[in-house]
C-alpha cells in the first residue's frame, strides 16, 4: 500500500514538473512590426492566408489600430491589439493621417448647422472621402434620418491614398567594372565609304511650306468629365462622412415636396408652426436647385405657409434665379413694423441667405416671419472669415482634384527633327 502510494506521489510529482517547465518555456517572439495601420471598413475580416477561403482569424472595427508586420503585393500581414496576425486587403486600411483627417472631419461637422434631414429608401454607404474608391466605415438603414450638412461636386477622380509603408530604399548605382581592353589578335576591317549624295539634293531638300495654307485644325467636341456630387451627413451618434447625394432623399413631408417641380430640395428648415382645428403645420422654408454641376449651392428659395381656409400649403414668398451659398440660417431679425416710428425695431423669427449679386460681391439678406407673411429685412456683406462650411468645402475640394502634370520633356530624337526642318527651312524654303 505504501509503494502504491510512493509511485503516485512521484507520478504527480513529475507530472507537475513538466507542467511548471512547459509555463515555463519562453513564448515565441513576435515579428517586428515595420508600420501602422487602421481599420476603415465598419468591420473587416482578418484571414489567415491571403485567399477569401483561408479561416478567420479575427473582426475588427473600424478605428482600431493595427500592426503591419509583412507586405505581399497589394496584402499585408497585420497583427490586432490582441495579438492576432493575419492579411488583409491595403484597400481597406487607413494611413495614420487619413484616420487624423476623419477626427478633424467629426470636430469640423459637430459646428456645422445642419441644412435639413435626409434619408434613404436602401442601406447607404458613408466614405471616409468624396470618393467612390475611399473606404466605407458606416452604413445608414432604410429610413433612418440624418443631418445633412453640406453639397460638393468634385470630378469623378481617383484620390491619391497616402501609402502605408515607405517605399523601399533604392540600392545604390553600382560603376559598371572597367575591363582592361585587349587588343584584337586581327585589326578590323577598315569602314566602308558612305554613300554619295543624290545630283538632285538640293531639290529634294526644297519645301514649299510658307505657300501652304496652315492647317485646320478640327474642332473636337469634348465631353465633360464626369461629376459626382457628395453630401456631408452627421448621424445621430455624431459620426460624420461622405455620401452620393443621389442616393439621399430630403426628409420634407411629401404635402410640401410635391411642389418641387422637378428641382431639388438642397435645404429646408420650420420656420413655426400654425395651429389648425386638432393639427399643427409647420411653416417650411426651402431652397432648391436644377441638376447639373452649378458653382453655388442653391438658385430659389421659397417658405410655404399652411392656409387655415384651404387646408394646403400655399407659397407665401419666392425668389428664382439666384447665386446661394450655404449655409442657410435661422436667427432672431431686427426689424421695425413701421417705416416712421424709427428705434421701435424689435426681433422676430427669421432667416438669413448669403447670395451672389452681380457686381460679383455676396451679401446675406435677413429675412422676417410676420405671423403668416415674410419681409425683407436688410441685408450686409457676407462673412468675412470664411464659415466652418465654407472652409471645409474649400480644403476638400483642393485634396480631391488632382493637380495638372506637366507636359512630358521633348526626346532627343524630337528635338533634332525640329532643329533640322528649322535649318532646312530657313536656308532653302526661304
Known sequence: MCAQVGSITKVSLVAALVFFAAGCRP???????????????????????????SATVATVKHGDR????????????????????GWADERQLLATGDMAYLKDLAQRAAKMPAQGQGTTYSELN??????????????????EKVDVLLHVVLPRTEIART????????????????????????????????????????ELSKTDLSDEAA?????????????????????????????????????????????????RIVSYFSLGKLQDGDEKKDIWLWTTITDGPHPYDFESLRVFIWSLRRHRYETAHIERNLKGYSPVLLKDVEFSTSAKS?????????????IEKKDGQRYRREYVLL???????????????PSPVETLKTRVVQSTIPTSE?????????????????????????
Open 126 to 143: 458613408v466614405h471616409t472621402q468624396p470618393a467612390r474608391q475611399s473606404p466605407s466605415f458606416l452604413q445608414i438603414k432604410q429610413k
Open 215 to 263: 492647317p485646320v485644325e478640327e474642332e473636337v467636341d469634348e465631353k465633360p468629365a464626369p461629376t459626382d456630387e457628395w453630401s456631408l451627413i452627421r448621424t445621430a451618434g455624431g459620426q460624420s462622412g461622405w455620401v452620393l447625394t443621389r442616393r439621399l432623399v430630403m426628409a420634407i413631408p411629401d404635402d410640401v415636396a410635391q411642389y418641387a417641380e422637378g428641382r
Open 163 to 202: 501609402p502605408l509603408l515607405p517605399p523601399p530604399p533604392r540600392k545604390p548605382k553600382t560603376a559598371p567594372k572597367k575591363t582592361a581592353g585587349k587588343e584584337p589578335k586581327y585589326p578590323p576591317p577598315p569602314m566602308p565609304a558612305p554613300p554619295p549624295l543624290p545630283k538632285d539634293w538640293l
Open 342 to 354: 424709427k428705434g421701435a425695431a424689435a426681433k422676430y423669427p427669421g432667416f438669413s441667405v448669403c
Open 27 to 53: 513564448s515565441r517572439p513576435h515579428a517586428p512590426a515595420i508600420g501602422e495601420a487602421y481599420v476603415g471598413p465598419a468591420t473587416l475580416i482578418i484571414r489567415s492566408e491571403i485567399a477569401l477561403q
Open 66 to 85: 493595427l500592426e503591419i508586420l509583412q507586405r505581399r503585393r497589394r496584402f499585408l500581414k497585420v497583427r490586432t491589439e490582441a495579438g492576432a496576425e
Open 406 to 430: 506637366p507636359p512630358p520633356a521633348e526626346s532627343f530624337t524630337q528635338r533634332m527633327k525640329k532643329r533640322l526642318v528649322a535649318i532646312v527651312h530657313g536656308k532653302f524654303g526661304g
Open 371 to 385: 405671423t403668416n407673411v415674410v419681409r425683407f429685412a436688410g441685408e450686409y456683406p457676407c462673412e468675412t472669415v
